[in-house]
């Protein structure tokens, strides 16, 4: 399984080093959970989206209920998408979660959600960075 983190409340969550990977957070408003996930060339996506859906039902939450934010899969320095994060978005939209931001085939090197305020950051290679 890839690279995932849960966490409620207060605090950060956080991935670095994104790349050609691809992040994806979800986040729930109102219970204030959120879910990370650094997906690699190697991951099972059906299964990672499987796991998002398992965590928030112990949390009483569930995908439809969240904001999700995608980045990262820049293949070799293309700005195009790849494969896998089309295939990653039409897994979400089975799940009925909402894709509030998609950032996929840009060069993105950090990913981090603030869990009290749901506030994302995506640091990417540009001289801006983008904060939502």
């Known amino acids: 399984m890839n690279n995932f983190c849960i966490g409620e409340g ?34 099972n996506e059906a299964e990672t989206l499987k796991e998002f859906e398992k965590q928030l039902k112990v949390r009483r939450s569930s995908l439809k209920n969240t904001k999700i934010y995608m980045c990262g899969g820049q293949p070799d320095g293309k700005k195009e998408v790849t494969k896998q994060s089309k295939l990653i978005r039409e897994l979400l939209e089975r799940y009925e979660g909402e894709i509030v931001v998609d950032q996929t085939g840009v060069e993105v090197r950090d990913f981090t959600v603030d869990l009290e305020t749901g506030k994302v950051d995506i640091l990417t290679g540009e001289i801006t960075d983008k904060n939502y």
């Open 10 to 43: 207060i605090g950060k969550i956080r991935t670095a080093g994104l790349g050609t990977c691809i992040g994806i957070v979800a986040y729930d408003t109102q219970r204030k959970v959120g879910l990370l996930s650094h997906i690699t060339a190697f991951d």
